[in-house]
């Protein structure tokens, strides 16, 4: 990662902050949980004294209004940092990052990057398949709640899943 990135970076995530990334989209309808349920999970961490680092990928802009109401406290940064293309700041965010939540998506595999514990969340798709045996990589599947609908992942059950990696 070019060091220049990460000193950009720092400069907008402090050192003395708790940061969950939240990329609530995806390229595939079947494979997007509901954004409730990511607002309840940003809600449940922000009263932990967590700030959330949203990543919008282009189909999710029209949602960054409705997420900094909600969230006036929370970042986007790729809107802080210029000079750089969305992957390197999503990749090099991740360093900054006590944890990370996605869909199956093209930001959650910006994401897979190792510095942060990713929790990919997954509908129809196979993920034994999307999902390398990495270090800091989980993946939480609508099969163990025997559906291919990524609706029927509980918030509790990604709850449970981040508590335990923190």
């Known amino acids: 990662l070019d060091i220049n990135l990460e000193k950009s970076i720092s400069k907008v995530l402090k050192s003395n902050q708790n940061y969950i990334g939240v990329a609530p989209g995806a390229g595939e309808k079947n494979k997007i949980w509901p954004l409730e349920n990511f607002i309840k999970i940003c809600e449940h961490y922000q009263s932990q004294n967590m700030t959330i680092v949203f990543f919008l990928g282009p189909s999710e802009i029209l949602l960054k209004d409705k997420l900094k109401n909600l ?23 991740s360093k900054f990052l006590k944890i990370a939540i996605s869909n199956d998506s093209g930001v959650s595999h910006m ?8 929790i990919k ?4 798709k196979d993920p034994k398949k999307f999902t390398p045996d990495k270090k800091n990589l989980y993946s939480i599947s609508s099969n163990e709640f025997n559906s291919s609908d990524i609706n029927k992942i509980p918030t509790d ?4 899943e981040i508590n335990k990696l923190l």
């Open 71 to 93: 969230f006036p406290n929370s970042i986007f940064i790729e809107d802080k940092i210029n000079g750089y293309s969305n992957i390197e700041i999503v990749m090099a965010t």
């Open 111 to 118: 994401l897979s990057t190792g510095y942060c514990p990713l």
């Open 121 to 124: 969340l997954f509908g129809p």
């Open 157 to 160: 059950r990604v709850i449970k």
